[in-house]
């Protein structure tokens, strides 16, 4: 036995006792003669003192991380350390056995408050992952996946695998294709969601489905996205409606964050929100609601304008209480942001209304009384307030309005602290136009279109609504569902307008499309974000830091070297060869 004892459960009523530890020196110090080592595991710090002269000859050919065993008797400390859970006791070194030398020169230091190269951590993740806070993140994530097992345990669903070994399917992403030994030139497609299987499952009568699944998405990383993988809590529930979905996303999720968390937590019902709504007063469709600043549409207030850049545009408009305090420099920097490349605004127009009523600074010269008085009167725009103006074709100028919005509540501290704030964006698009101008889905081609078939056959596609929904959390898209589609006829139509005809559809979504012919249950789900809920709750701004091996941002793991090349044999059989420009 290596340990009596974790160095996290000492205490003062382990005065006298002999026991055994094992960990990593994390820190050697040398005071008044006698050696003292922070002695580090999993559970916590204990203070080894090493006072025989030879111990203190065999420690100092050990470098701070390695790996060792001591035994030991627990005395109290004479200077308590009451920061510290085991800081009331210290354990006199009797014997020491170094279990696994660490390299002298360490690539970083681990336990440090000191900025290290993210690729740096990412090659050496098994030192990095020692870190405490990096660590804690870990051990946290393990425990919120119990308790959403056992929550949904609880709840009646049952938990069942599917296959990583899929066909390819249109998720919205690009697929990760494995080309198949056994079936020369053809290929599976690893799953961007379980999503046919567990409408399948449906069909073949289970009640309440479920699984902690692996998603894989060949998509482009973002703080808040895992390049290639992540993880979801996948569940679907048959004679089930929107609410029915609702109902246990609220009851899982208030559990699930009130347990790791002392922030305040929304209750269900959440706030529902519908698409065209969240888009007009937010500018994006997963809004932050702890940002109290609201996007209103002011075209026809400045529909007699003589100011050229709001002519035939849409205007929107943001007005910031006490924005007024702001000095010029405040309002230079808001209309750098909203001019880059990444905002993309032609420009960002804006007045002040002063203490004495008056508009001043910016475009005030084109804000005539009958203007001033509408936005008083209509849009809020009290006496020491600022207003902000995008105007741009529609679409545009929501979006941007939206980026601007985000901007304002960080650099003006709005952004409400210490709490969770959720909202179920409901009534989306059934389709949206693509790059190219053609029809396209917006959300999950799986989805029941509201009003059924009468809606597809007689409506503009894009005036199609559907049974879609996303959980949005501070600001972060934290769940996708929808009622499904389970009629074939529907389903033929729905992709039919999207530019498939009946056979693709069987060749594509046979099995789908084969079982719905089978008496199928009308049955939705959803699918919260494992990964970006445990960012959340961790605090963390970055996903990488929750996850024990991510893979950098463009998508390669350090660690492992991985993608990598193989071997000519290896490629053949496969039945693959590589053009010449790949080698």
């Known amino acids: 036995m290596y340990r009596t004892k974790t160095c996290g459960e ?131 994530r393990s425990k919120i996946l119990k308790t959403l097992r056992d929550k949904m345990d609880e709840l009646g669903f049952t938990e069942i695998q599917t296959p990583i070994l899929a066909n390819s399917s249109p998720e919205g992403a690009r ?35 479920y699984q902690l699944a692996p998603c894989f998405r060949d998509e482009d990383p973002r703080a808040d996205r895992a390049p290639g993988e992540f993880y979801q809590l996948d569940y679907e529930m048959s004679f089930a409606t929107q609410e029915d979905v609702f109902e246990v996303m609220e009851e899982v999720v208030t559990h699930t964050f009130k347990k790791f968390t002392d922030w305040e937590v929304d209750e269900g019902p959440y706030l529902r929100i519908p698409y065209k709504e969240a888009m007009e007063k937010y500018g994006i469709d997963k809004p932050d609601l702890r940002n109290p600043l609201i996007i209103q549409d002011v075209t026809k207030a400045f529909k007699n304008s003589e100011f050229n850049a709001f002519k035939d545009k849409t205007i929107k408009a943001i007005v910031v209480e006490n924005g007024a305090e702001q000095g010029r420099k405040f309002f230079d920097k808001m209309g750098e942001f909203a001019v880059a490349e990444e905002v993309g605004a032609k420009g960002l127009a804006w007045v002040k209304i002063d203490n ?13 009384p009958e203007i001033k008085e509408r936005l008083q009167n209509e849009y809020g725009a009290k006496s020491n307030s600022a207003i902000f103006f995008i105007a741009d074709e529609f679409t545009k100028a929501q979006k941007i309005a939206g980026l601007v919005r985000i901007e304002l509540g960080k650099r003006l501290d709005l952004i409400q602290k210490g709490v969770y704030k959720f909202c179920f964006i409901v009534d989306f698009p059934m389709y949206e136009l693509s790059d190219e101008g053609t029809i396209d889905f917006s959300h999950n081609p799986f989805s029941m279109p509201q009003g059924g078939l009468e809606a597809l056959e007689t409506k503009e596609p894009l005036d199609v609504l559907a049974y879609q929904y996303d959980l ?35 060749n594509r979504f046979g099995a789908l499309y084969n079982a719905f012919k089978y008496g199928t249950p009308p049955h939705a789900g959803a699918a919260p974000g494992v990964d970006r809920m445990v960012m959340l709750i961790a605090d963390s701004q970055n996903i990488r830091e929750i996850i024990a091996f991510p893979k950098n941002k463009k998508a390669r793991d350090l660690l492992m070297n991985a993608p990598s090349k193989v071997d000519k044999t290896q490629l053949e059989d496969v039945h693959i060869e590589l053009k010449k420009d790949a080698n």
């Open 356 to 368: 004495q009523n008056e508009v001043v600074g910016g475009i005030a010269k084109f804000i005539t």
């Open 472 to 506: 949005v959390c501070n600001g972060y898209e934290m769940a996708s569902g929808a009622v499904r589609n389970h009629n074939p006829e529907i389903m033929v139509k729905a992709f039919e307008i999207a530019g498939y005809n009946e056979e693709e559809i069987k």
């Open 175 to 209: 697929d990760y294709l494995v080309p198949s030994r056994l079936n020369p030139g053809e290929f599976y497609a690893l799953p961007q969601a379980p999503q046919q299987f567990k409408q399948l499952l449906m069909v073949s009568g289970f009640n309440k489905y």
């Open 10 to 140: 000492l205490t003062i009523k382990n005065v006298n006792e002999i026991v055994e530890l094992a960990g990593w020196i994390q820190k050697i110090r040398n005071l008044g003669g006698m050696e003292f080592i922070d002695l580090r595991d999993e559970f916590g710090i204990t203070q080894i003192i090493i006072s025989e002269e030879k111990l203190q000859e065999q420690v100092k050919e050990y470098p701070k991380e390695s790996c060792i065993h001591i035994k030991g008797k627990v005395v109290e400390r004479s200077n308590k350390n009451l920061k510290m859970p085991t800081g009331e006791i210290e354990v006199v070194a009797e014997e020491i056995e170094l279990l696994g030398k660490c390299e002298s020169t360490l690539p970083f230091e681990i336990n440090t408050d000191q900025e290290v190269r993210e690729d740096l951590r990412l090659q050496y993740r098994f030192l990095d992952l020692r870190n405490e806070k990096l660590h804690n993140n870990i051990l946290l």
